[in-house]
């Protein structure tokens, strides 16, 4: 009864004007218990899988992207595809809500409890090649290979680091793929075409194998619209401008 007792004062108000009955009252208190437990429980999903940002479809600003296929997104957003073991590859230039719409399916997976981990390539390959060096990596490989769904953000954005002899991100993420190939769901976005992973990842045979694997079970999505990032700062640029010619 923790939550009870925090607001144990909130609780005897509610008595004192509601006058319930001993049931009423119980199923008051328990339903919040119980509502304060499942939301403790959510939290710590979403700690654990590394979601930073907490993205909603319902913030999601489809008006703007009006070649993007709303119904599918919303079709997706129930997750069946995770339990048919489906991949998902969202495409687009940066800004096109790609991300957005990735971190929306992560946190739908915290809050229906489906085991889920998220990261940007680039962190996702740094953590690997990290084990690499410390005597992990079968551990950390072992790790991003088990959640029911993995979501890994923008490839093809930042730079992938390669020390020495280490193996290229192209075999790092290959063994990650192939380990949960048919078994559990992976989601990616791309700010680059897929005929460009190659060259990002360092090695066009192996990255051709990755994208053989996610190809088939995937279901694609190419949100071909502007950038909203860009619209905004347009407009906070086109406000600034007109405040400060007013002022001048």
């Known amino acids: 009864m923790t939550r009870t007792l925090a607001e144990l004062d909130d609780r005897l108000a509610w008595a004192t004007r509601e006058r319930p009955g ?59 595809f995770v339990h048919r073991r489906d991949d998902l590859i969202i495409t687009g230039k940066s800004g096109t809500g790609k991300s957005h719409i990735l971190k929306a399916f992560a946190l ?34 072992k790790a991003w290979s088990r959640p029911a769904l993995l979501v890994i953000d923008d490839v093809g954005l930042g730079q992938v680091k390669k020390r020495g002899d280490e193996p290229t991100a192209a075999h790092t993420l290959y063994n990650l793929i192939d380990r949960r190939h048919g078994r559990v769901s992976t989601a990616v976005t791309s700010n680059i075409a897929l005929s460009n992973w190659g060259r990002f ?48």
């Open 22 to 80: 001993a049931t009423a009252l119980l199923e008051y208190v328990l339903g919040i218990e119980a509502a304060c437990k499942l939301e403790l429980r959510i939290t710590r999903r979403i700690t654990m899988s590394g979601l930073v940002e907490r993205k909603t479809l319902e913030a999601f600003e489809w008006n703007f992207q009006p070649k993007l296929d709303k119904a599918l997104v919303l079709e997706l957003a129930g997750l069946d």
């Open 108 to 141: 739908r997976a915290c809050e229906q409890g489906i085991p889920m981990r998220y990261a940007r390539c680039v962190d996702l390959l740094d953590d690997l090649h990290a084990g690499l060096a410390d005597g992990s990596y079968a551990r950390r490989l």
């Open 201 to 248: 990842l360092g090695d066009a045979t192996l990255t051709a194998a990755i994208l053989d694997r996610l190809a088939m079970h995937a279901i694609r999505i190419d949100i071909d619209g502007p950038s909203f990032r860009q619209h905004v700062a347009a407009e906070r640029g086109g406000s600034a401008l007109a405040t400060a010619e007013t002022a001048s």
